[in-house]
């Protein structure tokens, strides 16, 4: 009772956060919890400790108190996916509710997102995990597809995604990807990133 009004300051506090983090486990702190973090989802995903502390909570709440914190980001997903908080934030609240709108809102923007160091990082998460689960991925391949794949498969960041898209991919888009890749190999295995690609092309 002493905390809960302070919940919100704790987790953006350098080393209150850290004992924010370590309650979100427990059940009895949820409400209070919550309540410190509704509408203001997006700002604490973006900031450095805050981040932390509503990972925690998401991963520890049932499924349908994080559902309700994780629909502020709808909007603010490509946002909070280029920000280096934000994307580790947007990774965990995929894996925690696999909301539809941060598939959608990724595949979107999925090209720019892949050029950037942490964009790169959501879009191999959320595709992953989507494609795991059976999640419908081709609107994301699509667009990589249709992105300049040779350019992406080189790019240091990018050729990151062009591999989960190639693993995760329907077996159509799987045959015009590698129908693409497959005459520029030679160029692809010569390059630091692209032979990461020529690997995935060739198993």
């Not at 709440?61 to 947007?90: I, M, N, Q, R, Y």
Request: proline share 3%; net charge neutral; aromatic share 4%.
């Amino acid at each position: 009772d002493e905390l809960a009004p302070h919940m919100h300051a704790l987790s953006r506090h350098t080393f209150g956060n850290y004992l924010v983090s370590k309650l979100a486990p427990l059940a009895p702190m949820h409400a209070a919890l919550a309540a410190a973090f509704r509408g203001r989802v997006v700002e604490l995903l973006c900031h450095a400790q805050g981040s932390r502390v509503v990972q925690a909570y998401l991963a520890a709440a049932a499924p349908a108190e994080a559902e309700s914190l994780v629909s502020e980001l709808d909007g603010h997903v490509v946002e909070c996916a280029l920000d280096t908080h934000g994307s580790w934030g947007v990774c965990v609240a995929y894996s925690a509710t696999r909301a539809p709108f941060v598939l959608r809102q990724l595949s979107a923007a999925v090209v720019r997102l892949s050029l950037e160091q942490h964009g790169s990082r959501v879009v191999q998460y959320v595709l992953k995990e989507a494609g795991n689960a059976g999640i419908d991925c081709s609107a994301a391949v699509d667009r990589v597809l249709g992105g300049g794949l040779e350019e992406l498969a080189l790019h240091r960041f990018a050729n990151y995604a062009v591999q989960v898209a190639l693993r995760q991919c329907g077996a159509a888009q799987r045959e015009a990807m590698l129908g693409a890749l497959m005459p520029r190999l030679l160029p692809l295995s010569a390059s630091k990133h692209g032979s990461n690609v020529a690997e995935v092309v060739l198993s």
